[in-house]
Nanobody, 126 residues
Framework: QVQLAESGGGLVQAGGSLRLSCAASGRTFSRYSMAWLRQAPGKEREFVAAISWRGVPTIYRESVQGRFTISRDNANNTLYLQMNSLKPEDTAVYYC???????????????????WGQGTQVTVSS
């Protein structure tokens, strides 16, 4: 099992930036592709971005492409999501999660990922 803990959320005005972090412990973080997902009130959890266990490739949902950047520091067991040009529709609880299988390619399907953290709230005001 891997334990994940997200941080870095908050309230920001539209056009602003936030950097989310996800600290991992437990099973070998560096062997697993990782993802950020989000869930807005009344909506299903959705894929945001994912990164290979190697660090490349990375994939994004279309609505965040060019604004968000996912990265990882395997030496420090940490996953990041840099979010720029934030929009009100980015408001959600953001979760990090680990791929079910080691050394896999990053995928968009939310059920590919397990070991969710507790989430961090991101609120973007207009």
């Amino acid at each position: 099992q891997v334990q994940l803990a997200e941080s870095g959320g908050g309230l920001v005005q539209a056009g602003g930036s936030l950097r989310l972090s996800c600290a991992a412990s437990g099973r070998t973080f560096s062997r697993y592709s990782m993802a950020w997902l989000r869930q807005a009130p009344g909506k299903e959890r959705e894929f945001v971005a994912a990164i290979s266990w190697r660090g490349v490739p990375t994939i994004y949902r279309e609505s965040v492409q060019g604004r968000f950047t996912i990265s990882r520091d395997n030496a420090n067991n940490t996953l990041y999501l840099q979010m720029n040009s934030l929009k009100p529709e980015d408001t959600a609880v953001y979760y990090c999660a680990a791929d079910r299988m080691p050394m896999g390619v990053p995928r968009r399907a939310t059920d590919s990922y397990v070991n969710w953290g507790q989430g961090t709230q991101v609120t973007v005001s207009s």
